[in-house]
């Protein structure tokens, strides 16, 4: 597994306005990852469509619980999502499509009334504390992730995680909580969390107590 970086690319307001909602368990789309999915119910290829027709943006919202609904009978979901722009698109044959998205910020979601086939909301983009982090814990971050990702190749050998260089720490911490991070539950703490000192600090605990628990159990997996 690799990480590239990508130049910035401004999101359009418009988009934000009647941002689609992609709901999905055990995902959580971060700033600067990037996210492939696989596209083939109704609904969402016509979300698809629309969103291609258009600004190209959706948010990936994480449904923690399937089976707790709203009145509408749609699972609930994260109030923060992440938002992505639809960098490639594989249209297949019978219709399904494969994308990559690219994570390009965290979003506050205030959903809008639902009007079918699939949901919408009004996003509004969430910015970071401003919170200096130090070399130190930047350090300690990428010496608990390298850890992890050794322990989990020394079991699979077709695994592999690389950083770019030069990534300021929030957003390795970002890249790491993508990728390494297990629980979803964990991940969609990590991405609320707009102190990027303290998000720092959950990414290195949570990889550090992955690791402790990769070495006692052999069984351990990455997302």
């Known amino acids: 597994m690799s990480v590239h970086s990508i130049a910035s690319i401004a999101l ?4 934000l306005e009647q941002l689609p909602i992609f709901p999905l368990p055990q995902v ?7 996210l492939p999915l696989h ?10 469509k629309d969103c291609m027709e258009t600004h190209k943006l959706m948010a990936v919202a994480l449904v923690r619980d399937p089976n707790d ?7 609930r979901i994260g109030r923060v999502a992440g938002v992505g722009l639809i960098v490639e698109t594989q249209v297949l044959a019978d ?9 390009r910020g965290r979003v506050s979601l205030q959903e809008l009334p639902f009007v079918p086939p699939y949901r919408r909301a009004r996003a509004q983009l969430l910015s970071d504390m401003d919170a200096p982090i130090g070399p130190d814990e930047r350090t300690a971050l990428l010496a608990t992730a390298s850890a992890f990702t050794h322990g989990v190749h020394e079991r699979d050998k077709d695994f592999a995680f690389r950083l770019p260089d030069n ?3 929030a957003t390795l911490a970002d890249l790491c909580a993508h990728h390494l991070v297990i629980d979803a539950d964990v991940r969609q703490a990590i991405l609320e969390e707009r102190d990027p000192n303290e998000r720092v600090r959950m990414v290195t605990a949570e990889l550090a107590l992955q690791h402790s628990r990769l070495m006692r159990d052999r069984g351990g997996a990455t997302n």
């Open 12 to 15: 359009p307001e418009a988009g």
């Open 28 to 34: 959580v789309l971060f700033p600067n990852a990037m």
């Open 39 to 48: 596209v083939f119910e109704p609904r969402y290829r016509a979300m698809l």
């Open 69 to 75: 609904k709203d009145e509408h009978g749609h699972p």
């Open 95 to 103: 219709g399904r499509s494969n994308i990559l998205l690219h994570g």
């Open 167 to 169: 990534l300021g720490a």
